[in-house]
């Protein structure tokens, strides 16, 4: 057999499974990944945001070893285990509001809002869902039929679910923007579905493939106003911008107002698979015993880790090194932009670092973000791309990065600028 990976891949993966990158992971720790030929890169993708905490956070790790010593697997359904209820608890304090929540767990981010979707619309005995342009929820058929962005996820795979209406999200945060948003769903209500047949809107807080769109307060504030008024569920997907990623545990607490229903994962379980769904007691408890759950559902193994994110996150500052990495990365991104032109708007929330490029005639420009991406990498930093024309680079940082890796991811991050806009 080869050890041409590359080719091996193609061969035995199919190209739907897209690898953004060559580069075959042999170990990582912290903020630093090494690869199967023993190069060593910074990595600010972090999983897809998975990796608020860093990989392999020796305390990470050591919740999970020891699970490992104790059992594997009983499925929660059928024998409980009391970290899966302690786990429940905190996060049914941590979730913003005061009212009573719970909890349930799952394993990915798509089937937390499967489920989110399931436990609404039964609490509300109706069909309907509102969801955004731009949006990203998953890729199972529900989630692609809420996910608005169309390539790559919903090309050739359709048909989708049902009863599923797509409203502007603010295309930034000028009143003019907000203003159109909200008459989208005006429209929504007036010319395709009465809102007293909608179970629920979902929205990302800050959408993440989406472009890193952060919504404006006055806009989530007049949805959950309408949400309120019309008996609709607002569920807030913190799958990407949860776990501390905007400088808040929960992105929603920026906004003043709260959510019925959020969906948590990625960050949540510091790299093994773990979601959750928290929200009001009295509309998680709509589903009749026996109807939520799965195989692998708050997996004894994720749940241990989940744990001891959380305590790292209350020992170790991690939010606040967060705070600072995104005051340095957001300085150095202003002062590149007076250097770079192809550099457009700083977009974001917090260490939900994002950073557009741009034609010299202001259109979104995907070939540059692909070719800094490129150069970065070569250079020893993995960096993401995302945005409905891939101009915009994402920040995924490990939050705990220090303050030297994060220089030197900078300085990577300069020469990668100057390499790709050469001759441009
Ligand atoms: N919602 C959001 C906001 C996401 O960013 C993602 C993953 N990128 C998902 C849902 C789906 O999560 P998963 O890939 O774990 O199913």
């Not at 209500?189 to 979902?202: L, N, Q, R, S």
Request: aromatic share 8%; with cysteine; hydrophobic share 45%.
């Amino acid at each position: 057999m080869s050890n041409d990976w590359t080719s091996r891949r193609a061969a035995a993966v199919p190209r739907g499974v897209a690898f953004g990158t060559n580069i075959f992971a042999a170990s990582a720790r912290g903020s630093h990944l090494t690869d199967n030929e023993g190069r060593t890169y910074i990595d600010f993708a972090g999983g897809i945001g998975v990796l608020n905490v860093g990989h392999n956070h020796p305390r990470v790790v050591g919740a999970v070893k020891a699970q490992a010593d104790r059992f594997l697997h009983t499925c929660a359904q059928v024998i409980p285990y009391e970290s899966y209820v302690t786990l429940a608890e905190r996060l049914n304090r941590l979730a913003p509001g005061d009212h009573a929540k719970k909890t349930a767990f799952f394993s990915t981010g798509v089937e937390a809002v499967e489920n989110a979707v399931k436990i609404a619309r039964a609490y509300t005995r109706r069909r309907a869902l509102v969801s955004f342009t731009g949006s990203f929820h998953g890729r199972t058929n529900l989630a692609l039929a809420l996910t608005g962005k169309v390539k790559p996820y919903r090309v050739g795979v359709g048909p989708f679910a049902g009863d599923i209406y797509k409203a502007l999200f603010p295309e930034d945060d000028s009143e003019a923007a907000v203003a159109a948003a909200l008459a989208s769903l005006d429209r929504l209500f007036k010319y395709e579905i009465d809102p007293a047949e909608v179970a629920a809107v979902i929205i990302e807080p800050v959408q993440g493939e989406g472009g890193f769109n952060a919504a404006p307060p006055a806009f989530m504030r007049a949805l959950r106003d309408l949400c309120t008024r019309e008996g609709i569920v607002f569920i807030a997907d913190e799958i990407q911008c949860g776990m501390g990623r905007t400088g808040k545990l929960f992105a929603m607490e920026h906004f003043g107002v709260h959510a019925d229903i959020t969906t948590l994962a990625k960050s949540l379980a510091g790299g093994t698979p773990l979601s959750a769904v928290v929200g009001r007691s009295e509309i998680m408890d709509a589903v009749i015993p026996g109807g939520l759950g799965s195989t692998y559902a708050g997996a004894p193994m994720a749940i241990a880790a989940a744990h001891a994110v959380l305590d790292i996150y209350e020992s170790e500052g991690v939010i606040g090194q967060g705070e600072r990495l995104s005051a340095t990365i957001r300085a150095f991104l202003a002062e590149a932009k007076k250097k770079f032109s192809c550099i457009g708007r700083i977009k974001g929330l917090g260490s939900m670092v994002g950073v557009e490029f741009v034609s010299p005639a202001g259109e979104p420009d995907g070939a540059m973000a692909g070719k800094v991406q490129a150069e970065a990498r070569a250079r020893g930093l993995i960096l993401l791309t995302c945005g409905v024309h891939g101009n915009i680079i994402r920040f995924l940082y490990p939050l705990n990065t220090d303050d030297a890796t994060f220089q030197e991811g900078l300085s990577i991050l300069s020469a990668a600028l100057e390499a790709a806009t050469q001759g441009n």
